[in-house]
């Protein structure tokens, strides 16, 4: 019988999304890669397949996920970012040897080596947030508005006031959370 988990919840850019991995860090939380099966999963649908990974890889990729958390989390408060996480995206970084490569419809793709494929998927998610952290790409980092959430989100809408990591959770949470309580409101205290 196959463990059923919870869904990812994919976005456009592979940092955050990776942070997303751990949700509702502020209320009850959700860890969606709880096993080495599980990440190899995750990084197959982010573009990054490998084939296997061990306990330790999957230790590996929670430190580097927690990182850049605590980094996102700093520059979309305008703090300065923590050392140690900033530490550990170079280390990640530096350690990767993926390669990017087009492919004939014009798409990038990445060539992870067969010597240590998890180690290079993990070098392409520090290399992105480093592109983020370092303001190299277009958006801003936010955090989300959920009280339980609180997710770091790179937001790239035209007037960059997103509010949710994710529109269908928390933000459909959060505007049903305001339509029950103005229901009640308006009904007034129950007798």
């Known amino acids: 019988m196959t463990a059923r988990f919870p869904d990812f919840r994919l976005g456009k850019v592979l940092a955050t999304s990776f942070t997303g991995t751990l949700s509702e860090r502020h209320g009850d939380a959700v860890e969606r890669i709880p096993t080495p099966g599980r990440?190899?999963?995750?990084?197959?649908?982010?573009?990054?397949?490998?084939?296997?990974?061990?306990?330790?890889?999957?230790?590996?990729?929670?430190?580097?996920?927690?990182?850049?958390h605590a980094a996102a989390t700093a520059a979309a408060r305008r703090d300065p970012l923590p050392a140690a996480a900033v530490r550990i995206i170079n280390r990640y970084s530096a350690q990767g040897r993926a390669a990017a490569v087009l492919t004939p419809e014009g798409n990038r793709h990445w060539q992870l080596g067969s010597t240590s494929p998890v180690a290079d998927a993990l070098g392409v998610i520090a290399a992105d947030a480093i592109g983020i952290l370092a303001g190299e790409r277009d958006g801003r980092?936010?955090?989300?508005?959920?009280?339980?959430?609180?997710?770091?989100?790179?937001?790239?809408?035209?007037s960059r006031t997103r509010r949710w990591c994710d529109m269908n959770t928390c933000g459909n949470r959060q505007k049903k959370a305001?339509?029950?309580?103005?229901?009640?409101?308006?009904?007034g205290p129950a007798r």
């Not at 649908?45 to 927690?66: D, H, I, N």
């Not at 305001?178 to 009904?187: I, V």
């Open 39 to 68: 990440l190899v999963d995750w990084l197959a649908v982010s573009g990054l397949a490998v084939p296997s990974c061990t306990p330790g890889q999957l230790e590996q990729a929670r430190e580097l996920r927690e990182s850049i």
């Open 141 to 158: 980092l936010a955090l989300c508005a959920s009280p339980t959430c609180q997710a770091a989100f790179f937001d790239t809408s035209q």
């Open 178 to 187: 305001r339509f029950l309580a103005a229901r009640h409101e308006r009904s």
